[in-house]
C-alpha cells in the first residue's frame, strides 16, 4: 500500500516519484479509496501545527485520477491510479479522501481554504490526524470510572428481569451537560450532582476508559459527527428526538431517594458506554470548541440513556455491545470484537506476551508488558480462513469470515484454535521476516496466507523457511505459463488446486 518516493527507492530499487500520496487503501466495504500523506517530526514543539503546503502536494494526484490524465505518473503509482480511475467509473457510488497524517502537536486548522479544492474541485474530505486524535485512537484497559447523579422521580424508569431480582436497569432522559459531567475526566466533579456553575465543564474533556468496551473505534472525520455538532447549535431542544441516546453498563448501580423521594440518587461503578461512544465524543468535541457551549447550548439539550448493571463474567455485557449495534453502520467485524471466544483469544495471547487487538489502536491488557508481537483479530480472522483451505479468497471474504450464517463459527468455534493460536501468530510473523530479508516483498500478504495454508496442512515436517523457498519456485513456474500477472494468478482457485498437487508440500487437505 507504500508508494512513498523514498521508500520505493530504498525497498524495490524504484525512482518514481510520489506526488504527495504516501499510502493508499482502497476499502471494498465501505467504499472509500484513502490516500495517506505521512509526516514525522524528529522533534516536538509545542502548539507546532500541520504544514498546509504539504496538504497540496497531493493537489497532483487527485487532479490526476478525477481528470483520467495519467501520463506523467509512473510505476506503482500509476498502476494504482488506474484501479482508482476504474473504481471511480463504476456506476456505485465510491468517495476518496485525503488523510493527513503526522505526529505534531495539532492538526490543521479546519478553516484552511486549501481544504476547498479537495472540496468543490474533487468533492473530497481532508481528514487531519495529529497528536491529540493519534492519543484518541489509543485504547488502554481502563482504571473504573465512577460518577454520581441526581435524577427527577418522573423521568426515571426502571426494569428488573424477574421479581425476585435484586439488580435493576433504568431508562431516563439526562441534560447533556450533566452526561459530560459524567464521563469527563475530572474525577471529583463526576462526583459533585449539584454544580452551582455549569462554566466548570467547559474545561474538561471524555475519559476515554467508559469507551473502552465500545465496539467502534474513532471514527475521524465522520460525517454523522458533524450533523451531531450542527443540531447541538441550532435545535438543542430537539436533541432528545433525533439521537438514538447512549446504553451504558456498570458494575454496579446504587438507587437512593433523596428530598422526600422527589428525587433519585444513582452512584454507577465502573461505567462503560456500549452503544453511542460518537455521539459522546461528538458531544465533548463541541464542548470544547468554545466555553460558550456548555451554557448556551448543551445545557438545553437532553438525551436518552439505557443503563444496566453486569458481572464481570456475564456474557450480557457483549451480547448487548453486539446486538445494541447491529442496526448501525458499522461493520460485521467490529460487532464481533466483544464476542466471549474473542475476549478469550485476547487473554491468552497476552499470557505469551501477543497483543491480540480486537479493535483499532488496542495497546494490549498491560500498559506495562513488553510485548513480543501484535496481531488484529480481522488478520488473526484471514490466517484461519487460509488454513481452512480459502488462502485464494482472503482478501475478498473479510465480511464472510466474521459472519455467523457463513464461516464464523466455523474458524473460531473450533475447540483448538485458542491453544493454536500463539503457534498461528508466530508462523505468520516467521514467513513476513523471512520474505522481508531473503525476497521480493511484492504480494507478500497473499503469498503468507498461501504458506500459512501449506505449513497446517501438510503431513511432512518441513522448515518455514523451505516452504517459502519450494513455493516461490512454484510460483515463478506457474507465472510462466500463465498470462496473468502473479497477483491474479494468487487470486485463482485453479492456482490453489495445481498446488494441492505438488508432491513437495503433502497437502492432505482437499476442499469441497
Not at 33 to 46: Q, V
Not at 166 to 171: I, N
Request: hydrophobic share 35%; with cysteine; proline share 2%.
Amino acid at each position: 500500500m507504500i508508494y512513498d518516493t523514498d521508500f520505493n527507492k530504498i525497498v524495490f530499487g524504484r525512482n518514481e516519484k510520489d506526488y504527495g500520496i504516501d499510502a493508499i487503501y482502497i476499502d471494498e466495504d465501505e467504499r472509500e479509496i484513502k490516500l495517506f500523506n505521512f509526516a514525522y517530526r524528529e522533534s516536538y514543539k509545542p502548539d507546532k501545527a500541520q504544514a498546509e503546503k504539504k496538504t497540496l502536494d497531493s493537489v497532483a494526484f487527485f487532479s490526476a485520477v478525477t481528470s483520467e490524465k495519467l501520463e506523467n505518473l509512473s510505476g506503482r503509482l500509476k498502476e494504482k491510479a488506474e484501479e482508482i480511475v476504474k473504481k471511480l467509473s463504476e456506476k456505485r457510488a465510491w468517495n476518496i479522501n485525503l488523510y493527513n497524517v503526522s505526529n505534531e502537536d495539532k492538526p490543521i486548522n479546519p478553516d484552511f481554504s486549501g481544504f476547498d479544492v479537495f472540496k468543490n474541485e474533487f468533492e473530497s474530505e481532508v481528514i487531519c490526524i495529529a497528536i491529540p486524535e493519534i492519543k484518541k485512537l489509543m485504547s488502554i484497559r481502563p482504571k473504573p470510572v465512577k460518577a454520581s447523579l441526581v435524577v427527577g422521580i418522573d423521568d426515571l424508569l426502571s426494569f428488573s428481569e424477574d421479581s425476585m431480582s435484586t439488580e435493576k436497569s433504568y431508562v431516563f432522559s439526562l441534560k447533556v451537560d450533566e452526561l459530560i459531567r459524567i464521563t469527563c475526566n475530572n474525577e471529583s466533579l463526576r462526583q459533585q450532582t449539584m454544580l452551582d456553575d455549569t462554566s466548570e465543564l467547559a474545561s474538561v474533556d471524555l475519559d476515554y476508559s467508559v469507551l473502552f468496551d465500545n465496539v467502534r473505534g474513532l471514527v475521524i472525520g465522520s460525517k454523522y459527527n458533524a450533523k451531531i455538532k450542527q443540531t447541538l447549535r441550532n435545535a438543542p431542544s430537539k436533541f432528545f428526538l433525533y439521537n438514538n441516546g447512549l446504553t451504558l453498563t456498570a458494575k454496579s448501580i446504587k438507587c437512593t431517594p433523596i428530598n422526600a423521594e422527589r428525587f433519585y440518587k444513582l452512584e454507577i461503578d465502573s461505567l462503560q458506554v456500549l452503544n453511542g461512544g460518537q455521539t459522546l465524543r461528538t458531544i465533548h468535541s463541541f464542548n470544547q470548541e468554545d466555553r460558550i457551549n456548555i451554557e448556551t447550548y448543551l445545557s438545553k439539550a437532553s438525551v436518552l440513556l439505557r443503563i444496566f448493571p453486569v458481572d464481570s463474567g456475564d456474557e450480557t455485557s457483549n451480547k448487548v455491545a453486539e446486538y445494541t449495534n447491529s442496526q448501525n453502520s458499522i461493520s460485521i467485524i467490529e460487532l464481533k470484537s466483544m464476542r466471549s471466544e474473542q475476549i478469550q483469544l485476547e487473554q491468552f495471547l497476552d499470557s505469551h506476551n501477543i497483543i491480540y487487538s480486537r479493535k483499532t489502536g488496542d495497546t494490549g491488557i498491560s500498559i506495562d508488558k513488553d510485548y513480543e508481537y501484535k496481531i488484529t483479530m480481522e488478520k488473526f480472522g484471514q490466517i484461519l480462513f487460509a488454513i481452512e483451505g480459502f488462502p485464494y479468497n482472503v482478501s475478498n471474504r473479510k465480511k464472510d469470515i466474521f459472519d455467523e450464517t457463513k464461516y464464523y463459527d466455523q474458524l473460531f468455534g473450533k475447540g483448538d484454535v485458542v491453544e493454536k493460536s500463539v503457534d498461528y501468530v508466530k508462523k505468520y510473523k516467521e514467513i513476513k521476516d523471512i520474505y522481508r530479508n531473503s525476497h521480493t516483498l511484492d504480494d507478500l500478504e497473499s503469498k503468507a496466507f498461501y504458506i500459512m495454508y501449506i505449513l497446517f496442512n501438510t503431513s511432512k515436517e518441513i522448515a518455514v523457511s523451505d516452504v517459502v523457498d519450494k513455493f516461490e519456485e512454484f510460483l515463478s513456474s506457474y507465472d510462466a505459463s500463465s498470462s496473468s500477472s502473479t497477483a491474479r494468478n494468487l487470486l485463482r482457485i485453479d492456482f490453489k488446486e495445481k498446488l494441492d498437487q505438488e508432491e513437495f508440500f503433502g497437502l492432505n487437505f482437499a476442499q469441497d
